[in-house]
């Protein structure tokens, strides 16, 4: 089944599949730059993830999740030199609440993802960089990424045994603040590092740390046309900014199967 694409003109008719693979995000850097890109599915209420009664964690509601907006979560991952994450995403892996394995995806479905990878002379996954102050991450949830790099970025005054017990592991560790990661630095160092394109699929507080740092480029935001209420929740930002942020349209497309109801839309900061 396919997306109807509204926005830019004209409107066509287009399939799903390779919707995202064509825009070539690891191609978007100005050389010694980097893209980084978010991507969330929201109900109509803005929910983002709900909290779990019986396990206490916030998770993507099931009523918003669904295959076809998975598949282009995996054609981003495929984009990426590099994955974003936070460390609360692998102390959930530890405990096998994770939602996934970081992709790109093993399955059969993604082999032409894998094989897209290959062809542009990318690595079989792409790397990881966890964001994090406390540094509070299982090794044993490191493992199952032993295959790639794993970059961890905390503070100047994180503690001496989690960093040497990290490095022991064969993280690569990078100061990125004094008392907090900052974006800026994060960018920085990550660019320093070769890498031109960053997915980020962390929750609220590492969206708006890039946010307020004034790296990031664009977010995909999938909604699902469902009201799901409910008072423990997140939506895309927690907290406060400084400002408001000024994005604008770049894409906007229907889904045509009837069972998911939703739309898919691209936004890019305002550089103006």
Known sequence: MSILKLYPSPQEEMPLAGFYLILNLHRQA?????????????????????KNPESGEYEVPSAIANPRDWRLYQELAAQ????????????????????????????PAYADLR????????????????????????LQALEKISDRNVLVF???????????????????????????????????QLTECGYRSA????????????????????LFLSTRYQILGGESFHTLMDGNLEQAEALHLLSLAVDLNAEYAQSFAQYAWDVS
Request: no cysteine; net charge neutral.
């Open 30 to 50: 100005a050389a010694g730059d980097m893209l980084i890109y978010a991507n969330y599915i929201t109900s109509i209420d803005g929910r983002i993830s709900i």
């Open 80 to 107: 990426s030199d590099i994955m974003l994450t936070s460390a609360r995403y692998f102390r959930q892996l530890a405990r096998g609440q994770a939602q996934d394995l970081l992709p790109v995806g093993n399955e």
């Open 115 to 138: 094989n897209w990878r290959r062809e542009q002379g990318l690595k079989e996954q792409p790397d990881v960089a966890v964001l994090s102050n406390s540094l509070d991450i299982p």
């Open 154 to 188: 905390t503070h100047h005054h994180a503690a001496d045994s989690k960093v040497q017990a990290l490095e022991r592991f064969g993280a690569q560790i990078f100061v990125a603040g004094d008392s907090v990661v900052e974006g800026n630095q994060l960018k920085q």
């Open 199 to 218: 997915y980020m699929i962390a929750g609220p507080a590492v969206f708006r740390t890039l946010i307020r740092a004034g790296v990031m480029n664009r």
